[in-house]
T-cell receptor, first 116, second 115 residues
């Protein structure tokens, strides 16, 4: 069974600083997609960033970037210039199912608090 | 307007009651999913449907059933609710092609409490 591990249940960072959230996964598939979702106190699930495993270039979305290490099965999220609005639960997710039929497996989440 | 809507947003019910959670989407996606979220456990897949005639069990389907009434509607039922089904429930949809291929779009969630 596919597993996704987020080893940091909670993290905190000072406003304007940089923080990195870790994620490792286990899969036997050759092609798959990886995502980071954010869940603020409003509880809405919001996509932060996505990465396609066959692309070597790391994805970037404004202040958010990933460090994707396919051989190591690692997919960390870096948040630069942290803002108070970044305070949320962050979930790493990886597709499973192969081909065009897929599901998402989620990690247990990392609660990030940005302090003023 | 929200692309994925869930009703109700909050529900309190009693043990043994039947309850239905509804999900509607205007994104035109074929694929729909139901998850539950428990503190410290992340999101776990209950059921998923790749089209109106295709429904599949996820990792925690016991005690739940679903109905895909149309491409846009996917309902989750608890036939006889029990307290350990107290959780936050999410519906999600995804596209089978295009720029957002494989990305899941989530509804706002339903907070269910079973007393």
């Amino acid at each position: 069974a596919q597993t996704v591990t987020q080893s940091q249940p909670e993290m905190s960072v000072q406003e304007a600083e940089t923080v990195t959230l870790s994620c490792t996964y286990d899969t036997s598939e050759s092609n798959y997609y990886l995502f980071w979702y954010k869940q603020p106190p409003s509880r809405q699930m919001i996509l932060v960033i996505r990465q396609e495993a066959y692309k070597q270039q790391n994805a970037t979305e404004n202040r958010f970037s990933v460090n994707f290490q396919k051989a190591a099965k690692s997919f960390s999220l870096k948040i630069s210039d942290s803002q108070l609005g970044d305070t949320a639960m962050y979930f790493c997710a990886v597709t499973t199912g192969g081909g065009s039929n897929y599901k998402l497996t989620f990690g247990k989440g990392t609660l990030l608090t940005v302090n003023p | 307007d929200a692309d994925v809507t869930q009703t109700p947003r909050n529900r309190i019910t009693k043990t043994g009651k039947r309850i239905m959670l509804e999900c509607s989407q205007t994104k035109g996606h074929d694929r729909m999913y139901w998850y539950r979220q428990d503190p410290g456990l992340g999101l776990r897949l209950i059921y998923y449907s790749f089209d109106v005639k295709d429904i599949n069990k996820g990792e925690i389907s016991d005690g739940y059933s679903v109905s895909r009434q149309a491409q846009a509607k996917f309902s989750l039922s608890l036939e006889s609710a029990i307290p350990n089904q107290t959780a936050l429930y999410f519906c999600a949809t995804s596209a089978t092609s295009g720029n957002h291929y494989n990305e899941q779009f989530f509804g706002p969630g339903t907070r269910l409490t079973v007393l």
